[in-house]
Nanobody, 127 residues
Framework: QVQLVESGGGLVQAGDSLRLSCAASGRTKSSYDMGWFRQAPGKEREFVAAISWSGLSTKYADSVKGRFTISRDDAKNSVYLQMNSLKPEDTAVYYC????????????????????WGQGTQVTVSS
């Protein structure tokens, strides 16, 4: 089992930055790919960013590419999402998720492929 706890959300203005953190505990010795997803009111959960277990590969949704950066610090069992130039359409609950390594190219963007999820952190961007 892996437990994930997100933090760092809040209310900001358009153009501001936020850094989300996700702390993992439990069976963290296994190699896990990590992802960030978000869900806005009335919308389905969508992929935001992912980083492979090795940290060598990162992927982003087109809507955040160039503005968001995902990173990981395995010594701290943490993954981060640096969000710059925030827009009102980025408003959502952001979830951290993990899955066992493997089938990276066909799975990083699919929420159904992730095994563990955090409780989410709210990000609200005002215009």
């Amino acid at each position: 089992q892996v437990q994930l706890v997100e933090s760092g959300g809040g209310l900001v203005q358009a153009g501001d930055s936020l850094r989300l953190s996700c702390a993992a505990s439990g069976r963290t010795k296994s190699s896990y790919d990590m992802g960030w997803f978000r869900q806005a009111p009335g919308k389905e959960r969508e992929f935001v960013a992912a980083i492979s277990w090795s940290g060598l590969s990162t992927k982003y949704a087109d809507s955040v590419k160039g503005r968001f950066t995902i990173s990981r610090d395995d010594a701290k069992n943490s993954v981060y999402l640096q969000m710059n130039s925030l827009k009102p359409e980025d408003t959502a609950v952001y979830y951290c998720a993990s899955k066992r390594q493997g089938y990276w190219s066909s799975s990083y963007y699919s929420s159904s492929r992730y095994d563990y999820w955090g409780q989410g952190t709210q990000v609200t961007v005002s215009s």
